[in-house]
């Protein structure tokens, strides 16, 4: 045990290198990503918006059953998947479908939880993005696990593992951040603290000085940065994920934005904040302000976000017929004999219903 | 090649763990106090020393930690064994077991398997206090996605261990604390599958009494009074409540006609409810009498000194025999 805890402690306010009115801060202590970097990134933002609000608009057209947007958090869902090597792994909660599209999950996959095809619709070995997690903070101990498991046979894997404000009040926030930090498992921690948690402000989640500063009892250092900076996030993302990659173990990241939009379509924001609050964000916006710092030509970028918005609402406008089967075929490795028998049931049941039309 | 050696059933759990670590390098061990201590029933004694601190480890005190670290263990390649110190604390562990071990295969149509193994010693009978003696098997029986397991026999602790570590999904291994301690000759090395198999333990024509884990030995010594009074009366242990094996329980119980189960567990909603309700769907017109269960009260499971009274002994079961309406009673 140390007395000294000052290095686990976030900076006083969030890390910022670009400012909302796309200017680049001065004194920031950090060195901004180079261009290329950051026209990546704009050209990933852009898509993300076209994403989310494509499949806003598909919840209205009635091809999704609801859709938790992280409309003003793209730079957040960008940065986290950037960061990220290619033997690397992700865990999205169900807000951050754009992150895990980002790593390289076909959108439409991505949405088939919400599209009500199955669970999952992506093999979360083939990007190393693992299913969406729905119940809060329950995939985090999974992220401990996974990187352990690399750790313990060497490999260079690091785990980013995303959560919500509200998610840092469940127990499993707390076991998994001091399962990482005992066992020094390569993983990132990031909290995008989008101040809602459905309607239940950041002030009755916590009484903590930030998000940030729940690391230092676990021993693991903690750093906060603004949410809406791509260039910020970049910067202490990738740090963080190489200090762990080079063994340093766990890192914990709050990243300061806002849920513009309701919790999903089913809710109604206006039950619980005033739109004031959330228009005194418009002016923070991560795409206004990379693009203002850039002043480069977006078209192309726009051009495949339309490109991507078409493959979404193709994909989400065909209709797969459900596969009664398919209820039974993974439950376990071999269907055992009662799940032989009820399959055998549903389909005679089935076939009944045909020769009865 | 099949060795024999007399073993406890916890000494024939370790030697399974042993056996199946030194096998297959990708078997890790953690949980509470399974480090140098060896676990407080000593089941993980000696694997820290012989294998390393990364084979088996103590983690910190959370079940639901010690759980989700496991799925994602499993989820990268390892077949990790943790353990639950006692049945009533793997309680914080039920949304992970619930929520992700039993549904990760179903949820990813079938692309993530979780081949892990969660054991927990369980059941009572050892005069422990509260939160020490729960059966807490319904609740893993009623969940989709897991198997559930409990021996009641070292060789079947060896065999169904090491079956279930080899396992594709997670098992919950169900370990009754009171026969932790009971020695007999076991045969170690491969052994048949007993993973959805349940098995006759004693030749019968009378009755059938069904049982599992702890109950096994009240069943047998059930069985052993009654036939000294006359009575030929069969045992099953099913060793395997999930899968359930509706075949040998139900070529039993229509080979005797009478039927009676035996669990500690409370028998409201319960594992014995399930066995009752299949078995007379399946066997009603081979039955001579109602099927009779032989159940722990609906009570929270009670101090030491009264669970004598709690738990389903010799006489209870045999006055459930009596009370299968005998033609010559």
Known sequence: MTGDADHLL??????????????????????????????????????????NDQAYALVRQGRLAVYPSSHGQEACQIAAAQV????????????????????????????????????????????????????????????????????????????????????????????????????????????QNNEYAISVPLARQTAAPSLAHKGVGYGIPGERVDGNDVAALLSVLGEAVARARAGGGPQLVEAHTYRMQAHTNADDATRYRASADVEAWVGRDPITRLSVYLQIDESDFRARAERVAEHLRDGLNRDVEPDPARLFAHVYDRPTTQLQEQAARLADELSREVASR | MTRHEKLSMAQALNRALRDAMTDDPSVVVFGEDVGPLGGVFRVTDGLTAE??????????????????????????????VVEMQF????????????????????????????????????????????????????YYAHTPGLHVVTPSTATDAYGLLREAIASPDPVVFLEPKKLYWSKEEVELGPQPPAIGRAVVRREGTDATLIAYGPSVPVALEAAEVADREGRSLQVVDLRSIVPFDDETVCAAVRSTGRAVVVAEAA??????????????ERCFHSLAAPIRRVTGFDIPYPPPKYEHLHLPGVDRVLDAVDDLQWEDS
Not at chain 1, 93 to 109: C, K, M, N, Q, S
Not at chain 2, 96 to 105: D, P
Request: proline fraction near 7%; charged fraction near 20%.
């Open chain 1, 10 to 51: 976030p900076s006083d306010t969030p890390v910022t290198l670009i400012d909302a009115h796309g200017h680049p801060v001065a004194d920031a202590g950090r060195a901004l990503p180079d261009d290329a970097a950051l026209r990546r990134a704009l050209a990933s933002l852009i898509t993300a918006r076209r994403l």
């Open chain 2, 87 to 138: 049945d009533a604390f793997a309680y914080p562990a039920f949304e992970q077991i619930v929520s992700h071990v039993a549904k990760m295969r179903n949820r990813t149509r079938g692309q993530v398997a979780l081949p892990m193994v969660i054991r927990i010693p369980y059941a009572g009978g050892i005069g422990g206090v509260e939160h020490h003696c729960d059966s807490s098997e319904a």
């Open chain 2, 267 to 280: 028998g409201f909603a319960s594992v014995s409810s399930e066995i009752v309700a299949r078995v007379t």
């Open chain 1, 84 to 191: 990220l090597d290619e033997g690397d792994w992700l865990f999205p909660t169900y807000r951050d479908t754009v992150a895990a599209v980002e790593r390289g999950v076909d959108p439409v996959e991505a949405l088939t939880l919400l599209k009500g095809d199955w669970h999952c619709g992506w093999d979360p070995y083939e990007h190393r993005v693992a299913p969406h997690a729905t119940p809060l903070a329950t995939q985090l101990p999974h992220a401990v696990g996974v990187a352990h498991a690399a750790r313990l046979r060497g490999e260079p894997t690091v785990v980013m593992a995303l959560c919500g404000d509200g998610g840092t009040s469940e127990g499993d926030f707390h076991e998994a951040l001091n399962f990482a930090a005992v066992l020094r498992a390569p993983v990132v921690f990031l909290i």
């Open chain 2, 51 to 80: 294998f390393g601190e990364d084979r088996c480890f103590d983690t910190p005190l959370a079940e639901s930690g010690i759980v989700g670290v496991a799925v994602g263990m499993a989820m990268n390649g390892m077949r990790p």
